[in-house]
Nanobody
Framework: VQLQASGGGLVQPGGSLRLSCAAS????????ITWFRQAPGKEREGLAC????????YYQESVKGRFTISRDNARNTVYLQMNSLEPEDMAVYYC??????????????????????????WGQGTLVTVSS
């Protein structure tokens, strides 16, 4: 049971990528999902999150207007469309599910440090490199 992020690669500044977060071993439709990234020497940061239905989404300020999170529950996948990429976006990108008291949350959680929220189903992540 895990989420697998894919779609990373090398892109020039100003370019675009679409990342996918695919679920294996469970049905994604009943879970909120958050995209994270971690750059070398930096803490993991939450970028975008979606509720179970996709009706509620939230973004970190640094990616607002450039990144879009969406979900296709029929395909058991959540996406992160990333436009206008900058060298500062270079990192390993992950997706995960927020839990509280052993129960997956249905609403959006963006901050990885929220008290009493644990994160599950991490995959290996996908590397995004932004360079000319």
């Amino acid at each position: 049971v895990q989420l697998q992020a894919s779609g990373g690669g090398l892109v020039q500044p100003g370019g675009s990528l679409r990342l996918s977060c695919a679920a294996s071993g469970f049905t994604l439709g009943g879970y909120a999902i958050t995209w994270f990234r971690q750059a070398p020497g930096k803490e993991r940061e939450g970028l975008a999150c979606t509720s179970t239905s996709g009706d509620s989404t939230y973004y970190q300020e640094s990616v607002k207007g450039r990144f879009t999170i969406s979900r296709d529950n029929a395909r058991n996948t959540v996406y992160l469309q990333m436009n206008s990429l900058e060298p500062e976006d270079m990192a390993v990108y992950y997706c995960a599910v927020p839990f509280h008291n052993g129960t997956p949350l249905r609403f959006c959680v963006l901050d990885p440090g929220v008290a009493e929220v644990s994160w599950h189903y991490w995959g290996q992540g996908t590397l995004v490199t932004v360079s000319s």
